[in-house]
């Protein structure tokens, strides 16, 4: 079965060091997500992706995130200037928009778990 | 604004009992979606389920039951003669307002089975 794949699956870095977190969606997917979890918190949004923009995107989502699709298969996020707060694990996270049907399964990769000392 | 609350924290049990996690939602939207993923102690999320607000027969799969009840907001998920591999945590979500892709997901129900 297809899946998405993240790597690094574990990834440290020193404050204020750029990081960048890979993704290779399901090959057929049309629409990438990046969420974030915290330790022992709950999954939160970051970006949606679509037709090589950004198709929404929450506050957490600041200037020092950005997202690329680079080539037909990669999608990055990239963290510009880490900070102590930025320590979560990053889910990558594909769908088939299915249109006319909306809300296609988001299929998750298993995750960058991201710490930043 | 959407909202999915699991007041269920933690729950604990004994292999072969049956357990019902508790999801309950928010939403202004007049159709909408909602999704339970598992999260196991290895930390990835997989997908269980997504069903829409059209249709609300139950839905079984295998050990693993969905009430949903629009009157109620809730969506319900019932794992019927749990297993120690069952023990993970559970999220349920739902799409934001307006057709958005964007997942709300709730706090989460950490499902320990113990032997």
């Known amino acids: 079965e297809p899946e998405v794949t993240q790597t690094p699956s574990h990834q440290v870095t020193q404050m204020g060091q750029e990081v960048i977190l890979r993704c290779v969606p399901i090959?057929?997917?049309?629409?990438f997500y990046w969420y974030r979890q915290i330790l022992g918190q709950k999954v939160e949004f970051l970006v949606s992706?679509?037709?090589?923009?950004?198709?929404?995107k929450s506050e957490i989502f600041d200037d020092q995130f950005s997202v690329e699709r680079p080539d037909g298969s990669n999608f990055t996020l990239k963290i510009r200037s880490t900070k102590l707060e930025d320590s979560a694990m990053y889910f990558c996270?594909?769908?088939?928009?299915?249109?006319?049907?909306?809300?296609?399964?988001?299929?998750f990769g298993d995750g960058t778990r991201l710490s930043i000392l | 604004a959407q909202k999915v609350t699991q007041a269920q924290t933690e729950i604990s049990v004994v292999e072969k009992e049956d357990v019902t996690l508790d999801c309950v939602y928010e939403?202004?939207?007049?159709?909408?979606?909602l999704f339970w993923y598992k999260q196991p102690p290895s930390g990835e999320l997989v997908f269980l389920i997504r069903?829409?607000?059209?249709?609300?027969q139950n839905e079984i799969s295998g050990r693993y039951s969905w009430n949903f009840q629009k009157s109620t907001s809730s969506f319900n998920f019932t794992i019927t003669a749990s297993q120690v591999v069952d023990s993970a945590v559970y999220f349920c979500?739902?799409?934001?307002?307006?057709?958005?892709?964007?997942?709300?997901f709730g706090k989460g129900t950490k499902l320990t089975v113990n032997p």
């Open positions: 090959s057929n997917h049309l629409y």
């Open positions: 939403t202004r939207d007049t159709t909408y979606y």
């Open positions: 979500a739902l799409p934001s307002e307006g057709g958005s892709e964007k997942l709300v």
């Open positions: 069903r829409n607000s059209f249709d609300e």
């Open positions: 992706f679509y037709n090589n923009e950004i198709s929404e």
């Open positions: 996270a594909s769908s088939d928009p299915g249109s006319p049907n909306p809300n296609q399964p988001q299929h």
